[in-house]
Nanobody, 121 residues
Framework: QVQLVESGGGLVQPGGSLRLSCAAS????????MGWSRQAPGKERELVAS???????KYTDSVKDRFTISRDNAKNTVYLQMNSLKFEDTAVYYC???????????????WGQGTQVTVSS
């Protein structure tokens, strides 16, 4: 079994900051790419940021220069530092990871349960 558990969401004022964390646990042999997506009410889920095992990153245009994705491979954890938050960043944020389990010969994509981020004054 593999679990991804997010933490760090909450209520923040516009212009504020939050740091999300997502820890993967279980029968993990290796983790390839990790990422964060979000889903706002009435909207489709969108990929916000991703990070490869070598640390290379990608961001959606709306969060560039405001959000930073990072990872700690020793802890199987991915982070999302969110600065200069805007009302439109309000959403449920989900982490995901491509994980190879010990008893499998391929990578599978796993998702966390989500954490709410609300930007409000």
């Amino acid at each position: 079994q593999v679990q991804l558990v997010e933490s760090g969401g909450g209520l923040v004022q516009p212009g504020g900051s939050l740091r999300l964390s997502c820890a993967a646990s279980g029968s993990i042999r290796s983790i390839n790419a990790m990422g964060w997506s979000r889903q706002a009410p009435g909207k489709e889920r969108e990929l916000v940021a991703s990070i490869a095992h070598d640390g290379s990153t990608k961001y959606t245009d709306s969060v560039k220069d405001r959000f930073t994705i990072s990872r700690d491979n020793a802890k199987n954890t991915v982070y999302l530092q969110m600065n200069s938050l805007k009302f439109e960043d309000t959403a449920v944020y989900y982490c995901n990871a491509d994980i190879r389990r010990w008893t499998y010969a391929f990578y599978a994509n796993f998702w966390g349960q989500g954490t709410q981020v609300t930007v409000s004054s």
